[in-house]
């Protein structure tokens, strides 16, 4: 079984690479914002090489939950360290999806991202889904209201 000091090592270790990657990708939204707008290669290369070891420590991580979630729930409450490691790894991430969004509209808007890598044009829709059930259902509910049952 993980022992609880080799998970916190690990969420650390998790969360030192996170934050690694959080600040390459403020470098990149500073380089966007300014006047030339270039995307600096370095921060592409920085994402190229930290990918394998993010999977590496993902890896891991996943192993480790499955050895905390077979612990019992008040075993697990003795730990609050993990907890906290996991909610900080979650909020870097939040912030990374964020600001690489930010970016990624910059790049978008610049016109310096590949065709083939454009998002799909669903994605700036929020309500696309919402949408597509209101259509398949039969429409507004105000406009069903005045039609009788199908003779």
Do not use: C
Not at 90 to 102: A, K, P, T
Request: net charge positive; hydrophobic share 35%.
């Amino acid at each position: 079984m993980t022992e609880v000091p080799e998970i916190v090592a690990d969420l650390r270790h998790h969360l030192a690479l996170h934050t690694e990657l959080l600040g390459w990708v403020e470098r990149e939204s500073q380089a966007l914002r300014q006047p030339d707008g270039k995307s600096p290669f370095d921060v592409y290369q920085a994402r190229k090489e930290a990918l394998p070891r993010l999977e590496e420590s993902l890896t891991r991580l996943r192993r480790h939950r499955e050895a905390w979630m077979a612990m019992p729930p008040d075993q697990r409450a003795a730990f609050p360290e993990v907890r906290n490691l996991l909610r900080q790894n979650q909020d870097l991430i939040l912030r990374l999806i964020v600001l690489d969004r930010e970016n990624e509209q910059w790049l978008l808007r610049r016109g310096l991202v590949p065709p083939k890598h454009l998002p799909p044009v669903n994605r700036q829709r929020p309500h696309y889904v919402a949408d597509l059930y209101r259509r398949q259902s039969g429409g507004t509910p105000s406009a069903d209201a005045g039609q009788g049952a199908p003779g």
